[in-house]
């Protein structure tokens, strides 16, 4: 009975161990097993339906990848490697170093980045390319219907700021401006509206083009602003259209890439073996 128990045990424990890593999910023969989805909970901080979700799309571009026979050689790898490491200041020696601190091994570094721009190249010839580009209308229709999404859009504005520490000469300036007045500096600048205070591109907002904003003071003296154009001459929807047109496109690489996975989903064999 003493030899039978510890066999036993030993049995129990190892069924246990089989079935906590067992296969839970097969998507087109490759499997998801009952660790992976415990390891994206955790890692992820997210449910077992929406980790279960993300295995089943990661099975799924990594199918669709092979399928498309999408492939990166060594020399784009490395060229991808000395972009990262350029833009990190570190050498490729340094990265292997900090990469080991995390116990991430070189080799397994270069498989995951391999993956990434497989990954990214499919996206870009694959869902990108159904992308059609938009019209002028389909763009203002779709500012109309995120107008609020838009009102602190980047815009570049043309001005002429006049500087006095005498409110009287700034003044005087502004009602005669071709005249030289003493005291007075006046300064053309190109400014963004993100580089602007609220307060200022309000007041901006408020005052006609070819106008001047009232005098303001900043503590440091009197300024007032000379209004050329505010978004290259243009206003409402012309003035930040290439925000619109980054925000539609923005959405639309979302949606298309919802749609194609989807789309793979619904035509995959997947087969729920326990979860």
Known sequence: MKKILPILLFSLISAHAQILDAIAIDVEGEAITTLEIQAVQQKMNMSKQAAVETLIKDRLEKSAIEKAG??????????????????????????????????????????????????????????????????????????????????????????????????????????????????????????????????????????????????????????????KSKGSGQSGFEAVKKAVAARWAQEQRVQAAQDFFNKLKANANIRVIRL
């Open 70 to 227: 999408i492939t990166i050689d060594d020399a784009e790898i490395q060229e991808k490697i000395n972009t990262i490491a350029k833009a990190k200041g570190l050498s490729q020696a340094k990265m292997k170093e900090i990469l080991a601190t995390k116990g991430l091994t070189w080799e397994s570094y270069i498989e995951q980045l391999t993956t990434g721009m497989k990954k990214e190249r499919f996206f870009q010839e694959h869902i990108l390319a159904t992308i059609e580009r938009p019209s002028d209308s389909e763009l203002e229709t779709f500012y109309n219907t995120h107008r609020t999404e838009f009102s602190n859009a980047p815009r570049q504005m043309s001005l002429v700021v006049y500087h006095s520490n005498s409110m009287e000469s700034l003044k005087a300036s502004i009602a005669n401006p071709i005249k030289p007045i003493s005291g007075v500096k006046k300064k053309n600048i190109l400014a963004s509206s993100t580089e602007m205070s609220p307060a200022l591109v309000n007041l901006i907002d408020k005052t006609a083009v070819n106008s001047f904003t009232m005098p303001v003071d900043t503590g440091k003296g009197f300024v007032s602003y000379f209004v």
